[in-house]
Nanobody
Framework: QDELVESGGGLVQAGGSLRLSCAIS????????MNWFRQAPGKEREFVAA????????VVANSLKGRFTISRDKAKNTVDLQMNSLFSEDSAVYHC???????????WGQGTQVTVSS
């Protein structure tokens, strides 16, 4: 069974950067869309970014454009999230999810904690 494992979270000062990685076991299909979501305590889960595995087309949440970038490495089967100019409001657990249809996700990672100190 395919699994998603996130890594790269940690504590960073405001204005700093972090790079998260999602390792995908198994071979993703070209049609799969790999997503990053985040959830802060007491808040709803929020979409961060997505990338179509085959074509590499990307979408980033409007509020995060210019600071967050998503990419994938087909050789390593990983999806990365580069986060720059971090604010304390970016603190959350970041999850990787595999999309198989509109609003359909069949695999989720356990999440990685990002804490931005102000």
């Amino acid at each position: 069974q395919d699994e998603l494992v996130e890594s790269g979270g940690g504590l960073v000062q405001a204005g700093g950067s972090l790079r998260l990685s999602c390792a995908i076991s198994g071979r993703p299909y070209s049609s799969h869309v790999m997503n990053w979501f985040r959830q802060a305590p007491g808040k709803e889960r929020e979409f961060v970014a997505a990338i179509r595995w085959g074509y590499g087309t990307t979408v980033v949440a409007n509020s995060l454009k210019g600071r967050f970038t998503i990419s994938r490495d087909k050789a390593k089967n990983t999806v990365d999230l580069q986060m720059n100019s971090l604010f304390s409001e970016d603190s959350a657990v970041y999850h990787c999810a595999r999309g198989v249809g509109v609003g359909e996700y069949d695999r989720w990672g356990q999440g990685t904690q990002v804490t931005v100190s102000s």
